[in-house]
């Protein structure tokens, strides 16, 4: 039985007002002028969190296993899409984390923001990373965005304030690559902007004075979500200056995006431009800087080969070989299956950038199984979520 939310709590039409900011979202998120970046987000949790007391279709919180302080809930992000207006009203995006996010956050070291697979079962993601953390909960804040699709909103509609119409939600696969929300009657966020604006609120040193670690992880096509995010983004820049570490860790993702046209040919061929007749458009977007979309042409492709062998990126491929990869052409341009496309990828970056792609660019193929807790509970992912970072730097080696 589906309890009906409680009601919006009143939230302020004008979230920059209340910040004394002249609001432009672009990729990054928020820009400011008068107060820290991370204001509009603490002023709008505070004070406008939508808090539910039991809403079963998004987010109905599992007895999960864990360890320490960590006291899980469910909350409700308030997001801007890019050149939000002063007036503009924010979204929200269901958020299951394992410590209030509008509580004290002194004890907090380490974050880590967890994107869920295909399932987009965020309730699932957050349990796995906290039971894999164990004690370490008490100082680890985890949260897993949920990317909604319109017919969630239309399932629940009648359960929903102003009939759900607050909500982002996102075109089919649309939230793996970034696209913009379609949210009715608002202009659309992008599920990047979502993940810009926590790491922005996780960068406000007065909310996290001692926060020393970031990590956006995922599985799957989560995996995918994140490897397309350090590439495109420059919120990890922003994190950075503060002196928080910023890792990336990819786990079984399907396929990559290229920074140049050039592919693997097979064989002893080496690389180049693939057959166009069989598939002219292998790199567009999300498979290459082509027809990129609105979030991605903000940065622009230049930008992004620039910066990208400065993100530290972590790469796990699943152990074996996949029956069903990406089937997509631009993804079988890659290689023909999960690992082939990790290891492509990894000589790709080598030859492109060379000793610096060596020491920022780690991949490993664990001897683990082939789900989330496998990959995330290997010694690679664990030293990158919860540890120093640390693994062996060649394919196949680490365990």
């Known amino acids: 039985m589906i309890s009906a939310p409680a009601r919006i709590r009143d939230t302020p039409g004008n979230v920059a007002t209340l910040c004394s900011l002249t609001l432009s979202v672009r990729g990054v998120g928020v820009q400011c002028s008068k107060a820290p970046c991370a204001c509009v987000l603490k002023i709008t949790i505070v004070t406008a969190m939508l808090k539910y007391a039991v809403l079963a279709l ?16 469910t909350a409700y992000f308030p997001v801007l899409p890019q050149g939000a207006l002063p007036d503009t009203l924010p979204q929200f995006v269901p958020l299951a984390v394992n410590h209030a996010i509008d509580g004290d956050q002194a004890d907090i070291a380490n974050a880590v923001i967890v994107i869920h697979d295909e399932t987009r079962d965020a309730n699932a993601a957050l349990a796995a990373v906290s039971a894999l953390a164990g004690a370490a909960n008490a100082s680890t804040l985890i949260l897993a965005p949920q990317f909604l699709l319109p017919s ?14 607050a909500f982002a939600a996102w075109q089919a696969a649309g939230w793996v690559q970034g696209d913009d929300a379609v949210t009715s009657g608002r202009k659309g966020v992008s599920s990047y902007t979502v993940i810009d604006l926590l790491l922005m609120y996780l960068s406000d040193r007065k909310l996290f004075p001692n926060l020393r670690h970031i990590t956006v992880a ?14 495109l983004s420059t919120a990890p820049d922003i994190v950075a200056r503060g002196g928080v570490d910023m890792r990336f860790l990819v786990a079984g993702a399907s396929s990559y995006l290229y920074l140049t046209a050039n592919r693997p040919l097979g064989g002893n061929k080496g690389w180049g431009r693939p057959d166009l007749t069989a598939c002219p458009a292998y790199n567009d977007y999300p498979y290459g800087l082509d027809n990129l979309n609105a979030y991605a042409r903000h940065t622009g492709g230049n930008a992004v080969k620039i910066t990208y062998a400065t993100r530290f990126v972590t790469y796990l491929a699943v152990p074996a070989m996949d029956a069903n990869p990406d089937g997509n052409c631009a993804a079988l341009a890659e290689g023909a299956d ?50 120093d970072g640390r693994c062996a730097r060649v394919f196949g080696d680490a365990r």
């Open 58 to 73: 998004l987010l109905l919180m599992p007895p999960a296993a864990r360890a320490g302080d960590a006291v899980p809930a």
């Open 152 to 165: 969630d909103i239309a399932r629940f509609t009648d359960h929903l304030p102003d009939s759900g119409h």
């Open 218 to 231: 995922g599985f799957g096509v989560g995996g995918n979500f994140v490897q397309r995010f350090a590439a």
């Open 338 to 387: 999960r690992v082939t496309r990790a290891a492509n990828f990894q000589t790709y970056l080598g030859s492109l950038y060379g000793d610096v792609a060596a020491r920022t660019q780690t991949f490993a193929k664990p001897d683990a199984p082939n789900d989330l807790i496998g990959l995330f509970g290997s010694q690679c992912g664990m030293a990158v979520l919860f540890g």
